[in-house]
């Protein structure tokens, strides 16, 4: 199942923070098409610049829970793309972060790209759940417009009746640079391992939408294995990363159909 989250356009009212930014030749692939771990870097990035703009900082500590990504049109090196952000709904412990992505051209923006990424508010020293901070509702409630969002997984793992398919697995190595500042894998790394399978598999500018779980972390040290139904699901594939057979993130993605080969 894909696109768990309806993906909706800005709201009519309440905070909505625009940020920028120009594709350079450090994130885009072979064909000059922006991948998608690029991306997910921007999506970060225009969370964080929405806090400091606001005179929070970082925030406090918020985790990952879930993400729904949708590309309509791919973002190419050399493209300005504004990305605009703003609370999509709330919990008791957790918000939810939406993201609409855009590509300026001389005739105006294009709608390029929509996500939702559900984040957990969380005790820095222990990690453990908290109620939203007490400024939240105030800078971002508004903008949620009294919707309501739960924190529940739903996608299976591997060896679930859910999954129909024969399912391949291969070791997926970790590099330094996939860890972030907490010495954990970073979120956008998510999307590095769906643009590696893709690329591997034949082309990732198929995707179209993805759904990703994050189950539990990624450190250094872990013997991360990918299993993916990617060879056997052409169009509707799965994609796990596990380390000692638990799953830690969980994915499912909605392809293009492939081009027929040339005769």
């Known amino acids: 199942m894909t696109g768990v989250v309806l993906l909706v356009p800005p709201p009519p009212s309440g905070r909505v923070f625009v940020t920028g930014r120009r594709v350079r030749l450090g994130d885009v692939g072979l064909d000059g098409r922006a991948r998608l771990d690029a991306i997910a870097r921007y999506l970060q990035d225009a969370g964080n610049e929405d ?10 500590g918020w985790l990952a829970r879930r993400m729904t990504f949708a590309v309509t049109r791919w973002p190419t090196r050399g493209d300005d793309v504004s990305l605009a952000t703003w609370c999509g709904g709330i919990g008791a412990r957790w918000a939810e972060r939406r993201t609409r992505v855009a590509i300026d051209t001389p005739d105006g923006p294009v709608v390029a790209a929509d996500a939702s990424a559900l984040w957990i508010h969380v005790d820095v020293e222990t990690g453990r759940p908290i109620p939203r901070p007490p400024w939240f509702d105030g800078l971002y409630a508004e903008a949620a417009n009294g919707r309501t ?4 997984l739903v996608l299976p793992g591997p060896d679930a009746e859910a999954v129909t398919t024969p399912v391949e697995i291969r070791p997926w190595p970790l590099r330094s640079t996939d860890l972030d500042a ?3 894998v970073n979120n956008a790394i998510a999307w590095a391992a769906v643009e590696d399978e893709l690329s591997r598999r034949g082309d990732p500018a198929r995707f179209r939408v993805g759904d990703v779980e994050y189950r539990g972390p990624i450190g250094p040290g ?3 294995v990918m299993a993916s139904t990617l060879a056997t699901d052409p169009e509707t594939p799965r994609l796990w990363l596990t380390v000692d057979g638990e799953v830690r993130l969980a994915v499912a993605l909605a392809l293009a159909p492939a081009e027929p080969l040339s005769p």
């Open 149 to 152: 969002v739960s924190t529940k």
């Open 222 to 224: 872990d013997d991360v």
């Open 51 to 60: 806090t400091e703009d606001a005179g929070l900082g970082d925030g406090g």
């Open 182 to 184: 907490f010495g954990h």
